[in-house]
C-alpha cells in the first residue's frame, strides 16, 4: 500500500503530536507573507484554520457558498463540545476521551490522531472563551458541564442550545479580524466547482460565483477542503439545503483518496417526515433521551388504530406498550448510542409497530414529569419543545413526541495522514470533510471538537512542513495551462446541465435518488440491494444527464444550476457509499450489513478481515475505483465488541 | 389550502421589480412556509420558468440565511420563529400572502427574494471580535464570570444575523444587530479591554454603510426571531458614551 | 466629543437631551398657564410678566429657542437619513410597532412646528413686539394683560379646536418621546424601565388635558 502513507510520528502515543511540533518544519515569518493558501468552507474547520492562518501571517482566501461566513452549518449543532479538563474532578483524563472516542467510533479510527484530538481538546475551550464564546457557566463563575450521549463523565461544554453557533460566531469573528487586516479575502456566494493541479500538486481552484455565474481561477500555494460531509446525497437529512459534497468529490475525481464513504452516521432523535413535500429533517438535541422513554405499541392493533387515528398514545395502558431499547438493553437503555438507537427504532417500525405515519416512535416524558415536575422538564428541554410544537403542533407536556432517525453526520470523507493532507501534495482536507477521527460512529459533542482541532491547532502546524518547501515557488500565473484546462472542463460541465433541458426538477430528481439511497446504503445494508444499487445509480447517473431540466441562464442567480452540479456529484457519491458498504462484510458503526448479526440481531464487527480504513481511489469515468487498504493497529488500546446490555 | 401569491419578482439588481401572482393549491398545514414555496417552484420549473429565488439554508432556525417580509412583517405572522419555521397553519385557505425582500438601502437586492447582507460582515469585521490570536490564551476557568452576565451576553449572542431587525424598523436602522454584538462582549470580561474601541468603529462602519438612526420603535425587538431585547440597544448607547466622554 | 455628535447614536443623545429639556419647560409652562383658572387674572399676569423680564429668565428664553432648533434640526437630519436608508418601501407596511406613537414622530413633529409658529404669533409676538395686550396696573406697576388676551382668543370656536388638535399631536409626541428619552440615554431596566414608561404616558396624558383645558375651559367658562 505505498499509496497511503499515514506518516504516524514515532514513539509513545502520548508523545507523538509532541515530537511531531518539535521536530516539523516552520515557515519563517518574511516567507510567509510570500505564501498563498485557498481554504473552502467557513464552517468550524474552515473559518478556524483560516483565522488562525491569517493570523500567521500567511495570505488566505476563504471561500463559502453561503451570502455570509457566519452561516456554515456547523452553526446549527446544538449539544455541546467535548473536552477533557476534567473540572467536574470526575475522573477524566486526555486518555480516556481517546478512549471513549475510539470505542465509540467502533475500532476503526487511527490511534494517533484520535489521541490528538483529546489532547489539544482543552486548548480549544480555553481559545474560545477566550474569544468571548458565552458557554455555560454555574453559579460560581465557572464553567459548567453536562453528560452527553452516555458517557461516564460530564465532559461536555454548552452554550444553551447553540453550541454550535457560538462556536462558529468565535471562529467567524476571529476570522473577520483578520479579514479586516487584510491577511484572509473572503469570497462569499462562490462556490468551489474544480482543484488545480500542476506538476503533481495542488495549486487553485475554479469557482463560480453564484451572483452572476462567473467562472473564476484561483491560485495558491497549498488548498485546505473544509466543505463539510456529504449527508445530503439523501435528500433528507438534518444538513442545510447548500450543504454538498461536490469540493470533496472534485478533488477525489483529482486523484485524492476517499475514505469509509459507507460510515454515515443516523442520529435517533428527529422529527419525522410529514409528507411528500417535505424539505428537510429537523434534529432534536440527543439530551431528550436522558429523561424521555421510547416506545411503541405492544400490540399491532393499537399500532393499526393510532396510525388510523382512531387511538391516541395516551390511551394505550402501560402493559401494552414496548419500551423496546430499556427491553432489549437492560443496561443503557434509552442512552445507548446513537446507531443501536436508530437502528432499533427502525427495527420496530419495519416490523409494523411504528406510530405516526408508520415511520416514528414516541418519546414520551410523562414518567419524567411525574418523577421531576412540569417545572425541571421545562427548564431542561423547554426549548426543544418549542421548537418541536412549532413545527409539529402537538404539545409534548401532554402527549409523546413522535421521533425517527435521519442522517445527520458522515465519517467517512476525503483520506488524510496525520498531516491532514490527502493524497494529493499540497491539498488537505478537515473537519467533516475527512474521514480521520471518529471511525465508523461519532459520539455526541465530538464533530465541533474535531472541527476546531484540525482548524485552531492542527492544520495551522502540520501545512506549515508542507508550505516550508514551496518558500521558493513564486505566485503562479493562473494562465497557466493547468488553471485554463480546468476552467474549460468547468465550463462545459456547466454548458452541458444548461442544454440537457429535460422534463425532470432537480429537486424532484434529488428525492427520487435520496429515496433509491436510503433504501439500500441507509441505516441497514444487505448484499443483494446494495449489488442492485451499484447498478441502479450507474443508471440514475445517465438519467440524470438526459432528464434534468434547469431554468434560467447560466450567468445570473441561478439556483438550479448550483444544485443541479451537487446532485450530479451526490448521485456518483451514492454510488462510491454503495460500493465500499458492499466491500465492508462486516456490521460496524453506523455501517450494519443485515448479513453480519448476532442471534440477538446486534451488529457483528470482524476485526479479523476488516480492521481497515478503505480508501478508494478514482480510475476513471465509468470505471470501478481502486480500494486501498490502511490498516488499523491498536497499540494503545484493548480491542472489544461493544455491549450496551450488560 | 389553496392559496394565492403576490411575490416581488427582480431578475438582479439593477433590473425594475414588479408583484406576480400565483396561485398554488393542496397545500398541507403541516408544510413549512418553504416546502409551500418548493411546490411553487416545481410548477414553475414545470412550465420551464425562473422559480422564485430566496435564501434559505438551515430550515431549522439557526444560520440566518432566511427572511421573507410576509404579509407586512418580517418572518411572517408567528413570533419568534425565523421564515424556515414558520408553518402553512398559521395561514388559512383561500389567503393572499404577499411576499417581498428586505428592503434597506444597504441590502440591496441580488435576485427575486435574494438580498446582499454584506453589509452585517462589514460591521462585524469593523470590531465585531475580541483580538486574541489562536494559541496562548489562559485556561477557561482562569476568570470567573458571574452566571448573571454570562447569561445575558449568551441573549446577546444568540443573534442570527438575519436582518429582521433592519426590515422591520421603519428607518432600517440595524441598532439591534450592532447592539447584540456589542453588549455580548461587554458583559465578558474578556471583551472589556476593547470595549471603547469596539463601539466606536462598529458604530462608524453601521453610519457609514447607510443604515437608519434607532428611534427607539421596538419594531425589532417584535420581530425578532431570537427575542434579542431592547435593552441591548441601551447599552449600546451607554457604551458609546462612555467611549466617548469618558 | 465632536465625533460622537457626528454619529447617529450621537445625533439621537442631543435629540434625547434636547427632548427631556422642553419636557421640563412644558411643566413650567403648564403650570403658569394653570394660573388662569384663579378667581383673578393677577397671578397670571405677574408670572408672565416676570418670564417676560427677569434676567435669568431671558437669557433661559434664549437657550430655549435654541435647545429647540436643535431638537428640530437634528431630528429633521435623522429623519432625512432614515427615509433614505430605505428608498424602496414595502407594499404592505409593518404594524408590530411596540410603540404606534413612535411611528408618527416626524408627522407630528410638523403639525407642532405648524403649530408654534402660530402659538407664538398669537401670543408671544403679538404681546412682545405688536403691542397686542392692554396695559394694567396691579401695585402700582405696569403689566401687558396678557390674560385678557388669552382668553378673549380662546372665545373664538375654530382657535380652540386647532388648539385641541395641535394638543394632541403634542400628547402623541411626548407619549413616544418620554420613555425614547431614556432609552437613548442608556437608561434600560428590568424594573424601572416600565415606571418610566408609566411615567411617560402619565405624562403625556396630564400635559395635553392640562394644557387642552385652558382654551377648552374658557371657551366654554368665560
Known amino acids: 500500500m505505498t499509496k497511503l502513507d499515514s506518516k504516524i510520528p514515532q514513539g509513545p502515543l502520548a508523545d507523538k503530536w509532541t515530537n511531531y511540533k518539535a521536530t516539523q518544519r516552520l515557515v519563517n515569518p518574511a516567507n510567509k507573507r510570500k505564501l498563498d493558501v485557498i481554504v473552502v468552507g467557513t464552517g468550524l474547520a474552515g473559518a478556524s484554520a483560516s ?300 416490523a409494523g409497530f411504528g406510530v405516526g405515519t408508520g415511520l416514528a416512535v414516541y418519546l414520551d416524558f410523562a414518567e419524567a414529569i411525574t418523577r421531576l415536575g412540569r417545572d425541571v422538564v421545562e427548564q431542561r428541554y423547554g426549548n426543544l419543545f418549542q421548537m418541536y410544537e412549532k413545527i409539529v403542533d402537538d404539545n409534548p407536556y401532554e402527549t409523546p413526541m413522535m421521533i425517527y432517525p435521519a442522517i445527520h453526520y458522515t465519517m467517512g470523507g476525503i483520506w488524510v495522514d496525520y498531516e491532514l493532507m490527502t493524497t494529493i501534495p499540497g491539498l488537505f482536507s478537515i473537519g467533516e470533510a475527512n474521514f480521520s477521527d471518529h471511525g465508523a460512529n461519532r459520539l455526541g459533542a465530538s464533530a465541533l471538537m474535531q472541527g476546531l482541532a484540525d482548524g485552531y491547532f492542527v492544520l495551522p502546524y502540520t501545512i506549515q512542513n508542507y508550505l516550508s518547501d514551496e518558500i521558493m515557488i513564486p505566485r503562479m500565473s493562473t494562465d497557466l495551462p493547468e488553471f485554463k484546462e480546468a476552467e474549460a472542463a468547468v465550463n462545459a460541465r456547466i454548458d452541458k446541465l444548461m442544454s440537457i433541458k429535460g422534463k425532470e426538477s432537480v429537486d424532484s430528481f434529488h428525492k427520487r435518488f435520496g429515496l433509491q439511497l436510503w433504501d439500500t446504503v441507509g441505516m441497514s445494508r444487505n448484499n443483494t440491494d446494495l449489488e442492485k444499487s451499484v447498478q441502479i445509480f450507474t443508471e440514475m447517473k445517465e438519467e440524470f444527464w438526459k432528464s434534468i431540466r434547469i431554468p434560467g441562464e447560466k450567468n445570473s442567480f441561478n439556483p438550479e444550476l448550483e444544485k443541479a452540479g451537487r446532485v450530479a456529484d451526490f448521485i456518483e457519491i451514492g454510488e462510491l457509499m454503495a460500493r465500499d458498504a458492499l466491500n465492508r462484510e462486516e456490521s460496524c458503526g453506523g455501517h450494519f450489513r443485515e448479513e453480519y448479526k448476532t442471534d440477538e440481531g446486534e451488529a457483528l464487527r470482524n476485526d479479523k478481515d476488516f480492521m481497515y480504513v478503505s480508501a478508494w481511489e478514482y480510475q476513471g469515468e465509468d470505471k470501478a475505483p481502486a480500494l486501498h487498504k490502511e490498516s488499523l493497529i491498536y497499540e494503545n488500546i484493548k480491542v472489544q465488541t461493544r455491549n450496551y446490555k450488560k | 389550502m389553496d392559496l394565492t401569491l403576490k411575490i416581488w419578482r427582480q431578475e438582479n439588481r439593477t433590473a425594475k421589480g414588479r408583484f406576480e401572482t400565483y396561485l398554488v393549491r393542496g397545500i398541507s398545514p403541516d408544510s413549512s412556509f418553504f416546502e409551500m414555496l418548493d411546490v411553487l417552484n416545481q410548477q414553475l420549473v414545470d412550465k420551464f420558468e425562473m422559480p422564485v429565488c430566496f435564501d434559505h439554508d438551515c430550515r431549522e432556525g439557526i444560520c440566518g440565511a432566511c427572511g421573507l417580509y410576509i404579509n407586512g412583517r418580517p418572518h411572517g405572522p408567528d413570533s419568534a420563529v425565523t421564515t424556515c419555521q414558520l408553518h402553512m397553519r398559521k395561514f388559512k385557505d383561500g389567503d393572499t400572502i404577499t411576499i417581498e425582500p428586505w428592503r434597506a438601502k444597504p441590502f440591496p437586492i441580488i435576485r427575486d427574494l435574494v438580498v446582499d447582507r454584506t453589509a452585517f460582515d462589514k460591521i462585524i469585521e469593523a470590531g465585531g471580535y475580541i483580538s486574541v490570536n489562536t494559541g496562548g490564551v489562559p485556561d477557561g476557568n482562569a476568570i470567573p464570570i458571574p452566571k448573571k452576565n454570562a447569561d445575558v451576553a449568551m441573549d446577546a449572542a444568540s443573534c442570527i444575523g438575519c436582518g429582521a431587525c433592519v426590515a422591520a424598523c421603519k428607518n432600517a436602522s440595524a441598532m439591534l444587530f450592532v447592539s447584540a454584538k456589542v453588549s455580548q462582549y461587554a458583559m465578558l470580561p474578556q471583551g472589556k479591554v476593547e470595549a471603547k474601541e469596539r463601539v466606536k468603529k462598529m458604530i462608524a462602519e453601521m453610519d457609514e454603510l447607510g443604515f437608519g438612526n434607532c428611534t427607539n420603535t421596538g419594531a425589532c425587538e417584535a420581530e425578532c426571531p431570537k427575542e434579542i431585547s431592547l435593552s441591548h440597544i441601551a447599552r449600546l448607547n451607554r457604551e458609546l458614551y462612555a467611549a466617548k466622554i469618558l | 466629543m465632536r465625533t460622537l455628535f457626528s454619529s447617529s447614536v450621537g445625533k439621537k443623545l442631543i435629540m434625547s437631551l434636547a427632548g427631556l429639556f422642553l419636557i421640563t419647560f412644558l411643566v413650567v409652562h403648564l403650570g403658569i398657564n394653570l394660573l388662569l383658572f384663579m378667581d383673578s387674572t393677577e397671578p397670571f399676569n405677574i408670572a408672565a410678566h416676570f418670564m417676560a423680564t427677569n434676567l435669568v429668565i431671558k437669557v433661559f428664553e434664549i437657550v430655549l429657542f435654541g435647545i429647540f432648533f436643535l431638537h428640530m434640526i437634528y431630528g429633521l437630519i435623522l429623519s432625512v437619513q432614515n427615509m433614505l436608508a430605505r428608498p424602496v418601501g414595502y407594499r404592505k407596511a409593518n404594524h408590530s410597532q411596540k410603540s404606534f406613537f413612535s411611528k408618527y414622530m416626524f408627522h407630528t413633529a410638523i403639525i407642532l412646528l405648524i403649530f408654534l409658529g402660530l402659538h407664538l404669533l398669537d401670543f408671544y409676538i403679538k404681546s412682545k413686539f405688536l403691542g397686542g395686550a392692554d396695559t394694567i396696573i396691579i401695585d402700582g406697576e405696569e403689566y401687558h394683560d396678557l390674560a385678557t388676551l388669552v382668553i378673549e382668543r380662546f372665545q373664538i370656536g375654530w382657535v380652540v379646536i386647532i388648539y385641541v388638535i395641535a394638543l394632541f399631536g403634542l400628547g402623541f409626541h411626548l407619549h413616544h418621546g418620554f420613555q425614547s428619552a431614556f432609552q437613548t440615554l442608556g437608561l434600560n431596566h428590568p424594573v424601572y424601565t416600565p415606571i418610566i414608561k408609566f411615567l411617560g404616558v402619565l405624562y403625556s396624558i396630564v400635559v395635553t388635558l392640562g394644557f387642552m383645558a385652558i382654551p377648552v375651559l374658557i371657551y366654554f367658562l368665560k
Not at chain 1, 224 to 229: L, R
Request: aromatic fraction near 10%; glycine fraction near 10%.
Open chain 1, 51 to 350: 483565522a488562525s492562518l491569517g493570523e500567521l501571517g500567511f495570505n488566505v482566501k476563504t471561500f463559502c457558498y453561503q451570502d455570509s461566513a457566519r452561516r456554515a452549518h456547523s452553526i446549527a449543532a446544538q449539544g455541546g463540545i467535548n473536552a477533557a479538563k476534567n473540572y467536574q474532578n470526575d475522573g477524566d483524563s486526555i486518555y480516556r476521551l481517546f478512549y471513549d472516542t475510539i470505542k465509540g467510533g467502533d475500532y476503526r479510527a487511527r490511534e494517533a490522531n484520535v489521541y490528538r484530538l483529546a489532547e489539544v481538546s482543552n486548548t480549544i475551550i480555553d481559545q474560545c472563551v477566550a474569544q468571548g464564546v458565552p458557554f455555560a457557566r454555574d453559579y460560581g463563575g465557572l464553567l459548567d458541564n453536562r453528560s452527553f450521549g452516555g458517557a461516564q463523565v460530564s465532559r461536555t461544554f454548552y452554550a444553551r442550545g447553540q453550541t454550535g453557533q457560538q462556536l462558529l460566531l468565535g471562529a467567524y469573528s476571529a476570522m473577520m479580524r483578520q479579514v479586516h487586516k487584510g491577511s484572509v479575502k473572503l469570497y462569499t456566494r462562490h462556490e468551489m466547482l474544480d482543484v488545480v493541479v500542476v506538476d503533481g500538486k495542488a495549486r487553485g481552484i475554479i469557482t463560480r460565483n453564484l451572483v452572476n455565474g462567473e467562472i473564476e481561477r484561483h491560485f495558491a500555494h497549498a488548498v485546505v477542503i473544509a466543505t463539510g460531509g456529504y449527508g445530503n446525497a439523501f435528500f433528507l437529512s438534518t444538513n442545510a439545503m447548500g450543504s454538498n459534497g461536490s469540493a470533496i468529490w472534485q478533488i477525489y475525481k483529482k486523484g485524492a483518496c476517499f475514505a469509509n464513504p459507507a460510515f454515515v452516521q443516523i442520529h435517533p432523535t428527529c422529527i419525522p417526515v410529514h409528507g411528500d413535500f417535505q424539505s428537510k429533517l429537523t434534529l432534536m438535541s440527543e439530551s431528550l433521551r436522558n429523561d424521555g422513554r421510547i416506545w411503541v405499541p405492544a400490540n399491532m392493533e393499537d399500532a393499526v388504530a393510532i396510525r388510523e387515528g382512531r387511538l391516541k398514545p395516551t390511551d394505550i395502558p402501560e402493559e401494552n406498550r414496548d419500551y423496546y431499547l430499556e427491553r432489549r438493553y437492560p443496561a443503557f437503555g434509552n442512552l445507548v448510542p446513537r446507531d443501536v438507537a436508530s437502528r432499533a427504532a427502525k427495527e420496530r417500525c419495519d
